[in-house]
């Protein structure tokens, strides 16, 4: 991708050394993952965690005084597990395996048991951690549920030559989008290369695009499911160093554009906190809208999302926030802006020696240039 501007010295990017001149090797993986299953979380209030989840458009399968199990319209149990706890965290994610031999490798080459799970749908589950503490669950044999009914196909469009709609208006309902699957998971990571290489191995995830600083390092990495010649979303996990450690946000996927207008509409009557949005998203194309939980975590709608075979190579780009959308209301100020948790990684990571100051010099001129300087 090549941001030249004509009228912008701001968008010049350092071409002496290309993206990707450090590149991200694809990895064989012990398996490869089917798919990304449910998150898991310690959640401080269910009762309103499991309200802001109904309006965001997924439905409780099972709800206890400690659990919540909170399901989309597809055929999973749960896209979120909550925990009840002091205080609300992200803990981890659950993937799926193809088959329980895969399971039984995975178990086999990280010494680990294959265990039950206590939970709705059972199954059997391969417990890891991922290097920066996060819950990694690899699952086999969760019972799929029924699907929900509701519209899975693009409302029809009226063109100039193809007018499928007459004497009918285009009407969406006020009500939550439903939510057909979920999409991906975002994550900072300051020991980037690791994390990044942790889930190549463990899950056999390739790297779609990467965003690199101007030394060529990548800095962001958009991992997809290697499904060979099935289609895997453009990114299921993206790694992203400098955002401080941990969870950024989450994703989850509506039907089409109308969808996500639809659930801003209902989130906005509901008072939920806006984050950004709606806009399409550069690497993965997607139409998004986020929005924040009752604690403050994003989550994202989207729908048309871009798709992948396993033959696709990495593409490299710059960092740049320019790079983050084609179309849509301005990036919010502060939507790269550090927490303070964050801050403190950054600290600990410089201690560590996984960043360094001209690093996060590279990395800040990069995000720092305006997104769009034509407007
Ligand atoms: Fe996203």
Redesign the pocket.
């Known amino acids: 991708m090549n941001l030249e501007y004509a009228g912008s010295e701001a968008l010049t990017i350092n071409t002496q050394t290309p993206p990707g001149s450090i590149p991200i090797e694809r990895v064989a993986g012990l398996i490869k993952a089917e798919k990304l299953i449910f998150l898991i979380w310690d959640v401080k209030n269910l009762d309103k965690q499991e309200s802001f989840l109904q309006d965001f458009g997924m439905k409780t399968h099972e709800k206890t005084t400690n659990e919540i199990y909170m399901r989309g319209y597809g055929d999973e149990p749960y896209l979120y597990y909550g925990r009840k706890a002091k205080k609300s965290a992200f803990k981890g994610i659950g993937f799926s395996a193809k088959s329980r031999k895969d399971l039984e490798t995975l178990a086999k080459k990280t010494h680990k048991k294959i265990e039950k799970i206590n939970r709705p749908g059972g199954g059997e589950v391969v417990r890891l951690t991922d290097p920066n503490g996060v819950e990694i669950e690899v699952c086999f044999g969760i019972k799929k549920m029924e699907m929900l009914e509701t519209r899975r196909e693009v409302l029809p469009a009226n063109t100039l030559n193809h007018r499928p709609r007459i004497n009918k208006g285009q009407r969406t309902p006020l009500m939550p989008s439903p939510i057909l699957k979920m999409g ?1 998971c ?1 994550m900072g990571a300051l020991n980037f290369e690791e994390t990044v290489n942790w889930y190549m191995r463990h899950l056999g995830m390739i790297a779609t695009d990467a965003l690199c600083i101007g030394d060529g390092s990548p800095a962001v990495a958009f991992l997809r499911l290697d499904l060979g010649s099935e289609l895997a979303d453009h990114h299921t996990i993206v790694i992203g160093k400098g955002g401080g450690d941990g969870y950024l ?1 989450s ?1 989850y996927e509506v039907v089409d554009v109308d969808a996500v207008a639809q659930g801003q509409q209902y989130l906005k009557m509901k008072k939920h906190k806006h984050v950004w949005g709606i806009g399409r998203h550069i690497l993965g194309s ?1 139409l ?1 809208d986020y929005w924040h939980d009752i604690s403050g975590f994003e989550f ?1 709608h ?1 729908a048309d999302g871009d798709v992948f075979t396993s033959e696709k190579t990495t593409e490299y780009h710059p960092l740049d926030s320019g790079n983050v959308y084609a179309w849509g209301d301005d990036l919010p100020k502060g939507f790269f802006a550090l927490t303070f948790s964050q801050v403190t990684g950054i600290v600990k990571g410089l201690i560590k020696g996984d960043v360094t100051i001209p690093w996060i010099k590279e990395a800040k001129k990069a995000i720092s240039r305006p997104a769009r300087p034509w407007l």
Do not use: G, K, N
Request: hydrophobic content about 40%; glycine content about 0%; overall charge negative.
């Open positions: 991906h975002v946000h994703a997607q998004f994202e989207y």
